[in-house]
């Protein structure tokens, strides 16, 4: 995979997560992947997966403390922010 399109990903992402003042890496990391993931470029973890399913019982469960804080974000990031 193209570290260059990847890179794109998540200039995008933290493009789009200033709009929402947010700064956290780990946020805009995830938000990327969650990009990725939808559009076929490279596959997150299970997380990630989850949201992608719009699972939410497996998003809950998989998620990290910092993540559940950031539901609506990774799902407005799938459903809205595109390259």
């Given at each position: 995979m193209s570290e260059n399109i990847m890179e794109k990903?998540?200039?995008k992402a933290r493009e789009f997560a200033a709009g929402w003042k947010i700064d956290n890496d780990h946020v805009i990391n995830i938000c990327a992947s969650v990009m990725m993931t939808r559009d076929n470029v490279l596959q997150g973890g299970s997380f990630v997966q989850a949201i992608i399913d719009n699972n939410l019982y497996e998003a809950i469960n998989r998620a990290d403390d910092?993540?559940?804080n950031y539901l609506k974000i990774f799902v407005i990031?799938?459903?809205n922010w595109y390259l």
């Amino acid at each position: 995979m193209s570290e260059n399109i990847m890179e794109k990903y998540r200039a995008k992402a933290r493009e789009f997560a200033a709009g929402w003042k947010i700064d956290n890496d780990h946020v805009i990391n995830i938000c990327a992947s969650v990009m990725m993931t939808r559009d076929n470029v490279l596959q997150g973890g299970s997380f990630v997966q989850a949201i992608i399913d719009n699972n939410l019982y497996e998003a809950i469960n998989r998620a990290d403390d910092t993540c559940i804080n950031y539901l609506k974000i990774f799902v407005i990031a799938k459903r809205n922010w595109y390259l």
